[in-house]
């Protein structure tokens, strides 16, 4: 069975950055590509950015572009989401996924088979 945690969430101040950690646990962790996803209250998940088996290729939102950097370390087990001028709306509980699909990169969260617990990242104005 695949186990994701995420860390390295909290509260910052616009402007501010924070990175966050999701360290997978009970099988290769090269063996799947990976994503961040993010939830704010009353809204739907939504797909932040993705990167592949290797590291070498990666894909994001276009609200985060510029701003945020997903890279991974897989001698560490441990995908990373660098998250730089933080806003407001950037404000959400922030999930890590892990998908089969090695190779390529996938904005949809069916595409995903193994989820972390999520973890709380909250912007003030």
């Known amino acids: 069975q695949v186990q994701l945690v995420e860390s390295g969430g909290g509260l910052v101040q616009a ?3 924070l990175r966050l950690s999701c360290t997978v646990s009970g099988r290769t962790f090269s063996n799947y590509g990976m994503g961040w996803f993010r939830q704010a209250p ?3 998940r939504e797909f932040v950015a ?3 088996w290797s590291g070498g290729s990666t894909y994001y939102a276009d609200s ?3 701003r945020f950097t997903i890279n991974r370390d897989n001698a560490k087990n441990t995908v990373y989401l ?3 001028s933080l806003k407001p ?3 959400a509980v922030y999930y890590c996924a892990a998908t089969r699909l ?3 990169l996938y ?3 069916d595409y995903y088979d193994y989820w972390g617990q999520g973890i709380q990242v909250t912007v003030s104005s």
Do not use: C, R, W, Y
Request: hydrophobic fraction near 15%; aromatic fraction near 0%.
């Open 15 to 17: 402007g501010a950055s």
């Open 42 to 44: 009353g809204k739907e």
């Open 50 to 52: 993705t990167i592949n």
């Open 64 to 66: 985060v572009k510029g």
């Open 82 to 84: 660098q998250m730089n």
């Open 89 to 91: 709306e950037d404000t």
């Open 102 to 104: 090695s190779n390529s």
């Open 107 to 109: 904005t949809q969260s």
